[in-house]
């Protein structure tokens, strides 16, 4: 067992997510809960549920191997499930984000990486929830709204944390030019030129899917992915993505809902190992990149949920750039 593991949780909006990226960036290891351990499962039985927001449960093997790992020394982890109480002796100390209730309206309706809470009733849920004050016994309340450099500063003061070594952002860290985006759009988006394309792209995107890390990291990924036999580097749409390719200058391609049917039941973070991961992506871009696989997990999530929302006459236009 790691010799201390933080538990770091809150509400929907709270800022789980960005403390979780801001950690992975600092050089720290961290785990999202909602992007590697997430699963919809009875908190009880463990038998799958329904895919709702309250069925929302942690793998318990998952969990558990990585909770109970000798490394590394220091874990954050940082999410939140139905099932979350159990595992509560693992943690050395638990923290709290604790938002006000306008944050949180603004924070639902504005982030990009989580759909849930856009709906009145998922909102006036969460609302009621947040008025409850509702979490685990001794756990440490910290301002979610305080900017997130002086919260992650906060949070590793109380974790007795000192800055790690050599911590400055990596290449792979980095939000540079190369980011990666999914909006999902009609399937007649596609007439017309590139140029129109782009217009209809931006005036109706139904939803919108933002990558954290750089989208280099992607561009890794997608051969890797390949290799297991999921392709997502080839459609339909082929002739039309080389055209909005060179259009935009960088990498675009188009997901199906064949896509969907094909590949969204694989494309689960939980059944990947992170170390496998890194190895692939520092033999093909010939450099060390310690963490990385934290981040190619999450470019897996990524792409589980790009493609969760597509049926028939629904795609996804992927960018990287």
Known sequence: MAKRNYLVEGLSGAGKSSVYEELIRRGYKAVSTDRAWKCHADPDTGPPGGPTHQDSAWDSKKAVSELESPEPEVLFVCGSGRNRDRFLPYFTKI??????????????????????????????????????DEKPAGAIDLDGTQPLDQLVDELLRLADCRPVSGSAPTAWSKRGSA???????????FRGTSDEVWEVVDRETITRVEYSWSGNVLATLLPYLDEQGIDLMHSDHDEVASSLSKARGGSVLVLTSDHRERYLARLDPIAFDGAVLRRYYEELNETAAEGVGYAMLDGIAFFRDTLAPLESEIVAVFTIG
């Not at 504005?110 to 609302?127: C, H, Q, S, V, Y």
């Not at 980011?179 to 988006?189: D, H, M, R």
Request: net charge negative; glycine share 4%.
């Open 95 to 132: 923290f709290n984000l604790r938002i006000d209730d306008d944050t949180m309206r603004r924070r639902l309706q504005e982030r990009t990486n989580n759909d849930f809470g856009k709906e009145p009733d998922e909102a006036e849920l969460m609302l009621r929830l947040n008025r409850s």
């Open 179 to 189: 980011i990666g985006q999914s909006f999902v759009i009609s399937e007649s988006a």
